[in-house]
């Protein structure tokens, strides 16, 4: 697995320039600002313990893009079992893969509330502890179709059969410390794994959007304003109010 600096150059250059265009921010630091801000609801709620309950799923649904779109009425039927299971996944003492598993598993037969259920708690392990964990949701990487803003930091990606990236958080986390060394070269030594983030989530929304304009579906999906944030900050869950994105803007990002 190779990834390529220059693209990482180029995709961190492409995203200091969307923040320059928005205008009204301060630079990257307004938005590690707004991950470190959701990091800590995230982490408050995680040492609730058992105390977790139906309202503090919904809080962390709220910051949670892919939950927000497709998940909020199933937040909503399945509370209970839902909230025990986000208590497990805190709590459990077995690995953070088998503890994804385990959540994806409340969806039972149901194969898009599984993928849900899978990007909700790899948003939560991630958050709880951004230190430790990497994030695991399908747009950072998604083995079973081989796509994921990992995908777009390799040359020639578009020609490529198979990516061979790896299966896990543990693969992923590899990709991290990578990315991490190369940073630290373009200047940046605090934050690292909200640096990353941002730079995955621009990767990632560069991706989506061209292939959304391809099919005629970026005001659909996304609506039609043109803010070149709008997806990075959707992705991450730093549109919603409780992400806390302290920009100072004539009118929200989202």
Do not use: C
């Not at 995203?15 to 307004?30: N, P, S």
């Not at 803003?149 to 198979?162: H, P, S």
């Not at 986390?173 to 995955?200: C, H, I, K, M, N």
């Not at 803007?249 to 989202?254: A, G, I, K, M, N």
């Amino acid at each position: 697995m190779t990834f390529d600096r220059e693209i990482l150059a180029a995709k961190l250059a492409h995203l200091r320039a969307a923040i320059r265009e928005a205008g009204g921010v301060d630079g990257l630091a307004t938005f590690i600002e707004a991950l470190r801000s959701k990091h800590e609801v995230f982490a408050g709620i995680a040492a609730k313990g058992d105390a977790l309950d139906g309202a503090d799923l919904r809080t962390l649904g709220g910051l949670v893009f892919s939950v927000r779109r497709r998940l909020a009425p199933v937040l909503a039927e399945r509370e209970g079992a839902l909230t025990r299971g986000v208590r497990e996944l805190l709590a459990s003492g077995l690995s953070a893969d088998d503890r994804l598993h385990a959540l994806a598993a409340l969806a039972g037969e149901d194969r898009k509330l599984r993928r849900g259920l899978w990007d909700f708690g790899a948003e939560i392990l991630h958050f709880s502890a951004p230190e430790q964990v990497p994030p695991g949701s399908r747009w950072v990487w998604d083995t079973g179709t081989a796509t994921g803003a990992l995908r777009e930091f390799i040359r020639g990606n578009d020609t490529l059969r198979q990516v061979p990236i790896g299966d896990g958080l543990a693969a992923i986390e590899g990709a991290r410390q990578w990315f991490y060394a190369a940073l630290s070269d373009e200047g940046f030594y605090r934050d690292l794994p909200f640096v990353t983030d941002l730079v995955w989530a621009q990767a990632y929304s560069d991706y989506a959007r061209s292939l959304s304009m391809h099919l005629g579906l970026i005001d659909a999906q996304f609506g039609a304003r043109q803010d070149p944030l709008e997806l990075v900050v959707k992705i991450l869950g730093i549109d919603a109010p409780g992400g806390r994105l302290k920009a100072v803007r004539d009118e929200p990002l989202h």
